[in-house]
């Protein structure tokens, strides 16, 4: 019995080992990953539009919203901009130092730069909705 036991723990060890994770199903997912991230990137980009017209007519803004403080506005509108900005610049940041041509490095140094590309994609994930949230946010204050 407890031969059994030990060939079939050994076995399942070894069959595990063997089993090699491909880079390219990891290079898929990062991609997928960031189409997802791409879409939050819309509306980052639909925000940051409303904002620029909102800062560009400041006067139509205050003849809606005559309680409003320009000043103050102008100010926030600019603080939200600057943070969408930022954001946009961390996803350009990573397309643009991305490498998917892992050309001469092995299966596992592309899976592990892969997963690592994963982890960055990650966080920038969380970035875009906490700055997508924050901006509707603000935004619909004025019923934009």
């Known amino acids: 019995m407890k031969k059994s036991l030990y060939l079939f723990t050994l076995f399942i060890g070894v069959t595990a080992c063997t089993q090699q994770v491909n880079y390219k199903t990891e290079r898929d997912e990062v991609m997928k990953f960031h189409d997802i991230v791409m879409e939050d990137h819309t509306k980052l980009v639909n925000n940051q539009i409303k904002l620029d017209e909102m800062l560009k007519h400041l006067k139509v803004l205050k003849q809606q919203f005559p309680a409003i403080d320009t000043l103050k506005e102008k100010e926030a509108i600019k603080n939200v901009l600057t943070s969408l900005n930022h954001t946009e610049d961390l996803m350009n940041d990573w397309m643009h130092k991305f490498e998917p041509d892992v050309t ?35 935004l619909s204050k004025f019923k934009k």
């Open 104 to 138: 001469g490095k092995s299966n596992e140094d592309a899976v592990k730069y892969f997963k690592g590309e994963r982890v960055k994609i990650g966080r920038i994930d969380s970035i875009y909705k906490i700055e997508v949230k924050s901006s509707d946010v603000y």
